[in-house]
């Protein structure tokens, strides 16, 4: 089935409006995330995915760099937490936030991944 011919989809007994899915999919054709999708279909491939469909690709990249948004946000939002209980001479505007395992690994707590620092450094 062609995206631009598709009006209506039946998927699991259940009739869709085609036409928000297929603006969708056309939109993700034109849209560049920014995982490349060469990064995201070399993954895939590792871990025994092949995608003939390139939209998928693309949905999956979407998917990640959203994810990343969300754990950099949350990340910066615990900097903004630590920085302002602590005593700083700087203004707002003036302000510059740096990205630390102290404020990064809380944020990837709250997703289920654990971050530990290695016994020693090299």
């Excluded at 056309?26 to 990064?39: F, M």
């Excluded at 990340?75 to 001479?89: F, G, I």
């Excluded at 990205?99 to 690994?105: I, K, P, R, S, V």
């Amino acid at each position: 089935m062609n995206i631009n011919e598709a009006t209506d989809m039946e998927i699991e007994g259940r009739q869709l409006a085609g036409q928000p899915l297929a603006d969708f999919l056309q939109q993700l054709e034109d849209y560049s995330p920014t995982i490349p999708d060469a990064a995201t279909a070399a993954y895939l491939n590792t871990a025994g995915f092949h995608a003939s469909d390139p939209r998928i690709v693309r949905l999956i990249s979407l998917a990640a760099q959203k994810f990343i948004s969300d754990i950099a946000n949350d990340a910066l939002q615990h900097c903004k937490v630590r920085s302002s209980n602590q005593t700083s001479k700087t203004k707002g505007k003036d302000r510059r936030y740096i990205l630390t395992m102290e404020d990064l690994a809380p944020a990837l707590a709250e997703y289920g991944i654990t971050v530990r620092k290695p016994p020693y450094y090299v």
